[in-house]
Each structure stands twice: as structure tokens, then as C-alpha cells.
């Protein structure tokens, strides 16, 4: 498992309660990675990540069907502790990631306290929105690396004439997108 640890596996973060995000996606190793992933963690609580997409609007529900075994034997997860994310908007899922640890925090604050960990494996766009939170709530990072790639064309060639794949997406990450003092004369 590489990323980034942060305090994840400190002393000092030995006693708190360790909430796991892991975002879903559908791939034919990414059961075996989550199930790697969360041994590794020991999550306390696991908050599974799911994607709302336009273009695939099953997409939850065929991710909820697929981990339905983790979510009831191995994470023990309630329908209650799912985290539903537009995958469009990655601010978003920064904002509701960062919004939960706020909370963990106010409520483990006497106990110990709580580290929020993230496990971006599934959509692109959402990985973005949690690593945003991870860089914003310095959160430990918990993913797999892949040793290599194969390319197929068959995938290229489909993936280049569906208008969500070819979708542009910028992101403002620092600084003053539009300054507020603009002269008519430079507009």
C-alpha cells in the first residue's frame, strides 16, 4: 500500500477512532485492492464513497449490489453510513469529507479523538474531491499503486465517442479566479 500516511501510524494517533473512506468503483481487481486497503487501515468505521453519474445512472446502485458482501460481513456498513457523491463535482466531495471529520472531531474530541482516512480507487473526478480534502484536513491517504498498464484500443476508441469521457473539467485550485477590481477599460 503506498500514498500518503500523514499520521497514520504515529503513536500518537495509535488510540483514535479511524474513519475509512474508500470511494468505490467497479474493475475487475478493485474488490481484492478495498479488501488489501481496509486490512491495512483497521477502520474503527467505513463510510463507502459512491458516485451518482449522469451517464451511467446505476452506477450506485450497481456498486452497493457489488460490495453488498463487504457491507454486511466485513465493514459493517448501514445504508446510513453511505456517502453519495455527484461525480461532476469534486468540490463538493471535499466539502462533505471535510464536513464529516469536523464533526468525528467534536464527537471523539474526550475519547481520543478521530483521523478521517481516504482510499481513492474508483472515478477520476471524485478521486480529485478527495484529495483536495486530504490536502485541506491533512489526511492520510491510503491507496495502491499500479506496477503497469495495457492498452486496449477497443476501450480508446469507445471511450472517444462517449461525450462524458471526452468532458473537459478545470479546476481553480489557488489563488483569485476573477479579480474583483477589473477596470472597464481591461474588460
Known sequence: MFGFKGKFGLDSSRD???LWLPQLGLGTNI????QRAHNFVGPDAVCPIIPIA???PRLGDDLVWEFSDEFENAWNVD???LVY???SYPLDLCRTILR???IRQEVFRDVGGSMTVLSPFGRKMLAIGALLAAIEGDFPVIREEAAGYELN???????????EQARMVHLWLHGEAYP???SKEAA
Do not use: G
Not at 484500443?153 to 472517444?160: G, P, V, W
Open 100 to 102: 464529516i471529520h469536523r
Open 16 to 18: 483514535v477512532a479511524k
Open 79 to 81: 445504508a446510513r453510513d
Open 180 to 182: 474583483q477590481n477589473v
Open 54 to 56: 449522469p451517464s451511467y
Open 31 to 34: 474488490r481484492s485492492v478495498l
Open 153 to 163: 484500443s477497443e476501450q480508446i476508441d469507445e471511450a472517444s465517442t462517449d461525450p
Open 85 to 87: 457523491a455527484h461525480d
